[in-house]
């Protein structure tokens, strides 16, 4: 079972960036998914999140620039960041729920994804 980050880059302030966060392997579903972010020198922060209903909630920060959404059939969740702005700059890391096929049936175990690192230049 394995759950990877991806779509990082380099951008300009402005620009924009989408991010993509897909499970892999004997997996059943993902269930609720986060989107935290830590930049050099700070804590990691939630940015995003998106329920197994597809609620979702946002950091103040990000609220009208990121948009969290899923794709069940995929086993992949999406963060779609425009108007990036160089506070923006961070490794960004995904956090799952993920229902997994096991010797004993099927079990919820939490996944972190490997980080993406975002880098918006001013």
């Known amino acids: 079972v394995q759950l990877q980050a991806s779509g990082g880059g380099l951008v300009q302030a402005g620009g924009s960036l989408t991010l993509s966060c897909a499970a892999s392997?004997?997996?059943?579903?993902?269930?609720?998914v986060d989107w935290y972010r830590q930049a050099p020198g700070k804590q990691r922060e939630l940015v995003a999140s998106i329920s197994t209903g597809s609620s979702v909630d946002y950091a103040d920060s990000v609220k009208g620039r990121f948009t969290i959404s899923r794709d069940n059939a995929k086993k992949a969740v999406y963060l779609q960041m425009s108007s990036l702005k160089p506070d923006d700059t961070a490794v960004y890391y995904c956090?799952?729920?993920?229902?997994?096929?096991?010797?004993?049936?099927?079990?919820?175990?939490?996944?972190w994804g490997q980080g993406t690192q975002v880098t918006v230049s001013s």
């Open positions: 392997g004997n997996i059943v579903s993902i269930n609720a």
């Open positions: 956090n799952a729920d993920l229902s997994v096929i096991n010797p004993h049936g099927i079990a919820t175990f939490d996944y």
